[in-house]
T-cell receptor, first 113, second 114 residues
Framework: GNSVTQMEGPVTLSEEAFLTINCTYT??????LFWYVQYPGEGLQLLLK?????DKGSNKGFEATYRKETTSFHLEKGSVQVSDSAVYFC????????????FGDGTTLTVKP | KAGVTQTPRYLIKTRGQQVTLSCSPI?????VSWYQQTPGQGLQFLFE???????NKGNFPGRFSGRQFSNSRSEMNVSTLELGDSALYLC?????????????FGPGTRLTVL
C-alpha cells in the first residue's frame, strides 16, 4: 500500500535560516504529492502540491519538487519566519483513490527570533 | 467561496454515548472524506463519500459510520464511545476531477471522551 515517511522532528531554527523537511513516499502508479500545514488548534491548510514527476510546487516562499527517481518531495524555504512555526505534513493521493490521502507523521517546526 | 465547515467545533461526551459530527463541503465539491487525528496514530483515513455512496473505507471498527446527503453535506457517527476515540476529526472535500484531486480541509471537531 501507499506510505509516506517524513524526517523525524521537531525542528528548531532561528529566523532567516534555511529550512528543509525531508519526505519520501511509496506508492503504486503516479501519485499526486502535497504539503499541508497545521497551526495550533486548526485544521490542515494546503501549502503546495505537485501532480507529476519534475513538477515544482511553490507557495509563500516554500518549494518542493516531485522527484520520481528518488521517490521524494522535500520541502524547502530559503528564509523562515517566526510565523512559519507550525506542523507540516507530507501527503500523497493516487488517482484511483483521490479521496483517500496518506499522510506522514508530521514535522513540528519552531522558529525562534 | 466559503471553505469547508464543520460543526460542532468542540464536543465532550462520556464513554458509551454516541456522537454525530457534521461537515459542509466547499460549494461544488462532491467528494467528502473524514480523517481522525491523534497524537499517537497521526492522521488516519476513516471513509470517503461521493454522490451519497461510500467509495472508500479505512480500517476502523463498525462503530464509526457516515453518510452523505444529496447536497453533498456529510455526517459521521460514532456509537458506543471509547476513551480512545478522543481525537480531532477532520473533514475534507474535493471536486473529484482527475486533474484536480486536491483535498481541502475544515477546521475539525475536537471530540473528548471522558
Amino acid at each position: 500500500g501507499n506510505s509516506v515517511t517524513q524526517m523525524e522532528g521537531p525542528v528548531t531554527l532561528s529566523e532567516e535560516a534555511f529550512l528543509t523537511i525531508n519526505c519520501t513516499y511509496t506508492a503504486t502508479g503516479y501519485p499526486s504529492l502535497f504539503w499541508y500545514v497545521q497551526y495550533p488548534g486548526e485544521g490542515l491548510q494546503l501549502l503546495l502540491k505537485a501532480t507529476k514527476a519534475d513538477d515544482k510546487g511553490s507557495n509563500k516562499g516554500f518549494e518542493a519538487t516531485y522527484r520520481k527517481e528518488t521517490t521524494s518531495f522535500h520541502l524547502e524555504k530559503g528564509s523562515v519566519q517566526v510565523s512559519d512555526s507550525a506542523v507540516y505534513f507530507c501527503a500523497l493521493s493516487d488517482r484511483a483513490n483521490a479521496g483517500k490521502s496518506t499522510f506522514g507523521d508530521g514535522t513540528t517546526l519552531t522558529v525562534k527570533p | 467561496k466559503a471553505g469547508v465547515t464543520q460543526t460542532p467545533r468542540y464536543l465532550i461526551k462520556t464513554r458509551g454515548q454516541q456522537v454525530t459530527l457534521s461537515c459542509s463541503p466547499i460549494s461544488g465539491h462532491r467528494s467528502v472524506s473524514w480523517y481522525q487525528q491523534t497524537p499517537g496514530q497521526g492522521l488516519q483515513f476513516l471513509f470517503e463519500y461521493f454522490s451519497e455512496t461510500q467509495r472508500n473505507k479505512g480500517n476502523f471498527p463498525g462503530r464509526f459510520s457516515g453518510r452523505q446527503f444529496s447536497n453533498s453535506r456529510s455526517e459521521m457517527n460514532v456509537s458506543t464511545l471509547e476513551l480512545g476515540d478522543s481525537a480531532l476529526y477532520l473533514c475534507a472535500s474535493s471536486t473529484d476531477t482527475p486533474s484536480t484531486d486536491t483535498q481541502y480541509f475544515g477546521p475539525g471537531t475536537r471530540l473528548t471522551v471522558l
